[in-house]
């Protein structure tokens, strides 16, 4: 079965350009998860969605938007970028709703580099 | 204070010894605890979980909890050059949404 799949692998933008990543999670699985993680850092939760409704944010500016649709694939899109947005950004899926803890099963990321 | 903190700087350690990794957490009322490893340019890969006090085994890997010291701890038995890695600890917040410490690296030396 494949695994949560990410895309694109790396991406360079400028700074004040836009961005969209995206992700699928396994089949069977109804819950994504957003991770931002900086160099040299442990990734930071940015959003939650089950079931097409955002379920968690963290602390991130409202730069930072996602969506889930209704095969439960997900978009994380950032605006007018930062070099600080530059990280590697981890989806997430688990199979229930967040109120139940089941496992997390990371993607590889999408490598973002901002210039 | 971080949320969750791992301090200790890189670990190496001699193939076949025992890697000690440790981890404080801030919200009391944390219920349960992961370890994750994440070999360079991968994601992050769940490699055990603890909710009650004590010990938990699974294989060379035993993670242990100690809710009244805020604390928990990984111990990688007969270390492994494919045990090399970062080890990412992270708290479950509820709902699960995980928070992270920074990670420790683990070079196992042959």
């Known amino acids: 079965d494949a695994g949560v799949t990410q895309s694109p692998t790396h991406l360079i933008k400028t700074r004040g350009q836009q961005v969209t990543l995206r992700c699928s999670p396994i089949?069977?699985?109804?819950?994504v998860s957003w991770y931002q993680q900086v160099l040299g850092q442990g990734p930071q939760f940015i959003f939650q969605y089950y079931e097409k409704e955002e379920r968690g944010r963290g602390n991130f500016p409202d730069r930072f938007s996602a969506r889930q649709f209704p095969n439960y694939s997900s978009e994380l899109n950032v605006n007018a970028l930062l070099l600080g947005d530059s990280a590697l950004y981890l989806c997430?899926?688990?199979?229930?709703?967040?109120?139940?803890?089941?496992?997390?099963?990371f993607g590889d990321g999408t490598r973002l580099s901002i210039l | 204070q971080k949320e969750v903190e791992q301090n200790s700087g890189p670990l190496s350690v001699p193939e076949g010894a025992i890697a000690s990794l440790n981890c404080t957490y801030s919200?009391?009322?944390?219920?349960?605890f992961f370890w994750y490893r994440q070999y360079s340019g991968k994601s992050p890969e769940l490699i055990m979980f603890?909710?009650?006090?004590g010990d938990k085994e699974d294989g060379r890997f035993t993670a242990q909890l100690n809710k009244a010291s805020q604390y928990v701890s990984l111990l990688i038995r007969d270390s492994q050059p494919s045990d090399s890695a970062t080890y990412l600890c992270?708290?479950?917040?509820?709902?699960?949404?995980?928070?992270f410490g920074k990670g420790n690296q683990v070079v196992v030396i042959p």
């Open positions: 603890i909710y009650s006090n």
């Open positions: 089949s069977g699985h109804k819950s």
């Open positions: 992270a708290v479950n917040r509820g709902n699960n949404r995980l928070a």
């Open positions: 997430a899926s688990s199979t229930g709703p967040p109120e139940k803890w089941q496992p997390q099963h």
């Open positions: 919200d009391r009322g944390s219920q349960s």
